[in-house]
Structures are given as C-alpha cells and as structure tokens.
C-alpha cells in the first residue's frame, strides 16, 4: 500500500511540474534503459504506436542493455503520465 502512495505522490509532482514549466502541446523526450530482449523492445514501442516519433535506440557496451529515447509532441502532461505508467509494467525497465 505504502508503494502505492508513493508511486501517486511521484506521478503528482510530476503532474504539477510540466503543467508549470511547460506550455502545452510539447515536445516531450522519454529515456528509458532496458535488458537487451526483442519482446521488450517491441512492447515499449508499441505504447508509442500512431504517434510520429524520433526513435534512438543504442546497445550498451557489454550488449545486455539497451537505451531507447523516444521523442514526440504531447498534448498534455496527462499524456506523459500515461505513458510512465504503461512503460512502469515493463519488467526490469529503468525510466529515466
């Protein structure tokens, strides 16, 4: 329960943060860092699918991970949340 809360106050702050330091529609940049798995990658995108986007997705040094940044115009900061929270289901993802 105690995650719960927390995740909610993470995902407010963060609200409360692009309504005021930006003016909306904007360009929005997510980074995330994944194992390195085709299915995972696959799925991360797919959030993503009807968008037009920039995609850049790298290979660590070591080949395990991969860094994926996906840029694109959002509506609203309701619609970056969303995202966070669908990329959040995504096991052994970092967000960043």
């Known amino acids: 329960m105690k995650s719960q809360a927390k995740e909610a106050s993470f995902y407010q702050r963060l609200h409360t943060q692009l309504s005021e330091s930006t003016d909306w529609p904007s360009r929005y940049l997510f980074k995330f860092i994944i194992p390195k798995d085709e299915n995972r990658k696959n799925v991360l995108l797919a959030i993503f699918s009807g968008m037009e986007t920039d995609v ?3 290979n660590s040094s ?5 860094s994926i940044s ?4 959002f509506e609203t900061p309701e619609l ?3 995202i966070y929270k669908k990329a ?3 096991e052994g993802i970092i967000q960043l």
């Open 70 to 73: 996906v840029e694109s115009v």
């Open 88 to 90: 959040a289901q995504i």
């Open 80 to 82: 970056i949340i969303e």
């Open 56 to 58: 850049t997705i790298k």
């Open 62 to 66: 070591g080949n395990k991970y991969q």
